[in-house]
């Protein structure tokens, strides 16, 4: 009876043990096992998928090539299609003051437009064999208005030239204009003999030919 009495606690004994030793082990496999894999994937995901969407929705801008004349507006004169002369009947003489006109015949076929000044240089004679002559000028009468040129019409401006010394001021001898047109392009030379007196010759705007007076 007493060997049975203690060979019992030493099974208990090794069941402990065992039992410990199992526990222990679970325990070290689970601290040993590789943590769960971090959801950086979905996260980089939908930040991806945030970021393109607008891109794929955006609205279109509009056009830098959006036109900035009305329907139907003719273009601008081309000096190329332009020619030059001095309209003589139209020209006038005042007291102490000559208002010589010129006109800007179209040579195209389709309408056309200019809006403004003229700019007018002077030289000795016509062409490039001509010196320049030194008369300033300035802008003078109405303000510009837009005005259409039909097909082969014609418009004109006024040279408005002192003819008696002003204020000191002597006169010098102009045998011919060059002009740009308020469009640009290539200058127009024709002759014109008069005597430019005074600081500066006025010059107006591009008006149409009826409206120059005689």
Do not use: Q, W
Not at 172 to 182: K, N, R, Y
Request: charged share 10%.
């Amino acid at each position: 009876m007493l060997g049975r009495t203690h060979a019992r606690p030493a099974r208990t004994r090794t069941a402990t043990a065992v039992a410990a030793l199992l526990a222990g082990g679970a325990l070290l496999a689970a601290c040993s096992s590789p943590p769960p894999a971090p959801r950086a994937s979905t996260t980089t995901s939908s930040t991806a998928t945030t970021t393109t969407s607008p891109t794929s929705s955006g609205t279109t801008l509009p056009s830098s090539s959006t036109a900035t004349t009305g329907p139907g507006a003719a273009p601008a004169c081309a000096s190329a299609a332009l020619t030059l002369a001095e309209a003589v009947a139209k020209s006038s003489t005042g007291a102490g003051s000559a208002d010589i006109a010129f006109t800007l015949t179209s040579t195209a076929s389709t309408p056309c437009s200019m809006t403004g000044y003229p700019v007018v240089t002077f030289r000795s004679a016509p062409g490039s064999s001509g010196k320049a002559v030194a008369v300033a000028t300035r802008d003078t009468g109405p303000p510009p208005a837009r005005m259409t040129l039909d097909a082969h019409g014609v418009a004109a401006f006024y040279l408005v030239v002192g003819n008696v010394p002003v204020g000191g001021v002597g006169c010098v001898s102009v045998g011919a204009i060059d002009v740009l047109p308020p469009g640009g392009g290539s200058r127009l030379s024709v002759a014109a003999s008069f005597s430019a007196c005074g600081p500066s010759v006025g010059v107006t705007a591009i008006e149409p030919l009826a409206s120059l007076s005689t």
